[in-house]
């Protein structure tokens, strides 16, 4: 494994898909989330088909035996894409990442209820400090009813996002089910199609010709969508996932300095020290992760004769 060459991988997945949920936010005043998913999912497929034919995999690399798990994958996928689309629309970029940052710590919790995983104290505290940190950053949204429209209105974009992140949660669940018996390419390829074809859901509920800056936009953003998921792909052959994974953090860098650059977005001092302690969650959890899969490895050895 080259660890070097994984953490860069990641580090510009991580600056592509910043890239990707910019021409997002910029085109939501003007075009309708769902709508917005059709393009994103849409025209990552070209993106994907030919990196497949290039490795020489567009035959192997579709091939799937579980295609009610992609149909499921789908379903709660494209659910949090499209929250998490209505939440650019109403909130600034960077809480809106620093929110999504508890999808993480909400998939500890969801695989211990669906797929029978263990959690024992070390990793329960992590999940505990990281629902702390999820609160402190919501904690300015949650006085609805005395706040003027404009803050309301950034409040259902917080608990949106939530849900987005419970979704995305849940989505992550569904995908370590599925890796037992799928390819990555599948697993990537299945959920932009089905995430097209369940966009059509939302065509009554107005969706518009959006003028030539947005299409260009969109078109943009499912491009890069689909760039940015080859370069997670591929930082995750070329070293585990438990080193690659805290690089995630550095999208709240990137979507602070977006933010300010082109929306005047700042983040508050809140959303700052819940995202702290959000990361340190996350980095206890993947170390725990990394301490559980050592143990296994160990344990392999010891049961080879």
Known sequence: ????????????????????????????????PGETVFFRSFFAIPVILVWLWWRHELTSGLATKN?????????????????????????????????????????????????????????????????????????????????????QLETIGAIIMLMGAVMMALAQVFVRKLVGTESTAAIVFYFSIAATALSF?????????????????????????????????QSYRHADTSVVAPFEYTSILLAVIVGYSFFGEIPTSTTIAGVALVIIAGLIIIYRERQLGLERQKQRKAMTP
């Open 1 to 32: 494994m080259n660890e070097l060459r994984g953490i860069l991988f990641k580090v510009i997945s991580v600056s592509i898909f910043v890239a990707m949920a910019t021409c997002i936010k910029a085109a939501s005043a003007n075009v309708p």
């Open 67 to 151: 295609p009610l798990g992609h149909l499921w994958r789908g379903l709660v996928g494209t659910s949090a894409m499209g929250l998490g689309f209505t939440a650019l629309g109403l909130l600034p970029l960077p809480e809106v990442t620093a929110i999504g940052y508890a999808a993480p710590v909400l998939t500890v919790i969801f695989a211990a209820m669906f797929l029978g995983e263990k959690i024992r104290a070390f990793r329960l505290s992590a999940v505990a400090l990281g629902l702390v940190g999820v609160i402190v950053i919501l904690s300015p949204r949650l006085s609805v009813a005395s706040a003027e429209t404009a803050n």
């Open 201 to 233: 859901i939302t065509l009554p509920f107005g969706w518009v010709v959006p003028n030539l800056t947005d299409t260009g936009l969109l078109i943009l953003a499912g491009i890069l969508g689909g760039i940015g998921q080859i370069f997670l792909t």
